[in-house]
């Protein structure tokens, strides 16, 4: 019998399970791999608005990850919403001497409805503590306009500019989603060592765009983690990534046979499926 890759998210939670731990553990098992989680904060929210955040205890976090580390050997880690500078430190202390050999960060800090949804210590230690220990980072627009403190880009040209302040914040790989755009393309700017590439996707008509960001970044990490132990090079990474945003591409067009919620619903992890 072959040998499962195992995942972990580190996230909040979605009621709706089309966003948070619900839709990454749902991209998990679409991409083939064992999805395990932690929760970081306990929402209340739907496919309309988020209600409520209620953080969980940065020691209650420690005990849900050192408990499952003592007991599961990870291939990748994807981390999402993280509400607190002392919920950063605990993970990052964690991660750090227990280093899987992926870490995707989803630096989760506006929700689709537009509610913000950490405060301005959290939002530093994500880009202080959290983005130099990750592989990958996945900002959209708001976010990285969140990390750097600048206006969010309206064009392919200040999506480019934004590139040298996000690498600089120690992530060797950026894809910055650009989703927020007006047009009929979605374009993705993947920052590496070597460079930076646009990966150009065609526009959904859809209003099933709850938990895409969610579902990228886990499916980076799944994929990731499917690689054999010796395939870590830029090519293994950059192909890994243009196989996640393709699933997610489907994933989206699958969204329209789903009818969830009166907001904006999800997008279908198991369109390969059902």
């Not at 709850?210 to 970044?217: P, V």
Request: glycine share 8%; charged share 20%.
């Amino acid at each position: 019998m072959s040998r499962i890759a195992k995942v972990l998210t580190i996230a909040g939670s979605d009621p709706s399970g089309g966003a948070g731990l619900q839709g990454d553990l749902k991209t998990f098992s679409a991409l083939g791999v064992y999805g395990t989680n932690v929760i970081t904060a306990v929402i209340a929210q739907n496919t309309c608005s988020v209600a409520s955040v209620y953080p969980v205890a940065p020691q209650a976090i420690r005990e849900q990850l050192e408990h499952l580390l003592d007991d599961v050997s990870l291939d990748a880690v994807k981390i999402g919403m993280v509400a607190s500078r002392e919920v950063a430190d605990v993970i990052a202390e964690v991660l750090k001497a227990r280093r899987p050999r992926w870490i995707v960060l989803d630096p989760v800090m506006v929700a689709k409805s537009g509610d913000i949804l950490v405060d301005d210590a959290g939002i530093r230690a994500v880009r202080d503590v959290l983005v130099p220990l990750a592989d990958v980072i996945t900002p959209n627009l708001p976010e990285a306009a969140v990390l750097l403190d600048s206006p969010s880009p309206t064009s392919l040209d200040q999506m480019e500019s934004m590139l040298p302040g996000l690498t600089a914040l120690g992530a060797p790989y950026v894809v910055l989603k650009g989703g927020h755009l007006r047009g009929t393309t979605c374009p993705d700017l993947l920052a590496t060592p070597a460079g930076y590439e646009w990966l150009p996707a065609s526009r959904i008509d859809t209003n099933n765009l709850h938990g895409t960001g969610c579902a990228l970044s886990s499916a980076i990490a799944a994929i990731l983690a499917r690689l054999p132990n010796d395939a870590q090079s830029q090519s293994d990474v950059y192909e890994s990534i243009r196989t996640a945003k393709q699933w997610l591409h489907a994933a989206l067009e699958g969204g329209q046979r789903l009818d969830v919620g009166k907001g904006r619903g999800p997008v279908h992890h198991f369109h390969g499926w059902w």
